[in-house]
Every structure is written in C-alpha cells, then in structure tokens.
C-alpha cells in the first residue's frame, strides 16, 4: 500500500520561508514514472491543487496563486517529494497535501494522499 508522509509545516511570517517534504513508501520502483502534486486547504475554502511535477522532473506546472513563489520537486532516489515555498503571505496558510493524480494536472482527482501538514502564515 502506497503511503505519503508530509513534514516541515510550522508557522511564520509573511515573507519567510518553508520548505515541505513528502515521504513516500510502498511504491515499488513505479515512483520515478509517477507525477506527483501538492494540493493545499485554506480555512473554510475548498481544496486546491498548486503544483505538479512529471515522474522524471521533465514538466511542472504551478496554480496561478504560487507560481513565482512556490517551487515543487523530487528526488527520486529517496522517494521524496519538495515543495520550496518563499515570500509566504497570509493567503498561503492552510494545510498541504501531496498526492498521487489520476492524471497530471492540478485539477485531477487523486490516487493517494498523505495527512496534511499544516502551514500558517501571519501578516
């Protein structure tokens, strides 16, 4: 079974900086022909993807919201997925997620998904 682990939310600042990681296990060797996405949760709102990244890092692909700011990656040596976020504003907090698409866009529906790590951001 396919599990993903995310870690390194905490609370900052606007204009500080976080970066996530996502832990993956179970996955066989299919990791490295995998796309793999972030989607976050702000309070009250609905779900929504940010980012995307192809099994070999070939193409990304970034909301309009994060793009500029925000920078997804892996290795996939380690199974892991990154998400470098830089210039952080209150309109960022909410809770991360990676996860596995069905297809590779930030609007698919998901495979997998690990339990969210938190992110808050003060003005």
């Known amino acids: 079974q396919v599990r993903l682990v995310e870690s390194g939310g905490g609370s900052g600042q606007a204009g500080e900086s976080l970066k996530l990681s996502c832990q993956g296990t179970g996955h066989s060797s299919a990791y490295g022909r995998t796309c793999m996405a972030w989607f976050r949760q702000a309070p009250g709102k609905e779900r929504q993807g940010i980012a995307t990244i192809s099994g070999g890092s070939e193409s990304t692909f970034y909301a309009d919201s994060v793009k500029g700011r925000f920078t997804i990656s892996r290795d996939n040596t380690r199974n892991t997925l990154y998400l470098q976020m830089n210039d952080l504003n209150p309109q960022d907090t909410g809770i991360y997620y990676c996860?596995?698409?069905?297809?590779?866009?930030?609007?698919?529906?998901?495979?997998?998904w690990g339990q969210g790590t938190h992110v808050t951001v003060s003005p």
């Open positions: 996860a596995i698409p069905r297809v590779c866009s930030i609007s698919s529906d998901f495979l997998a």
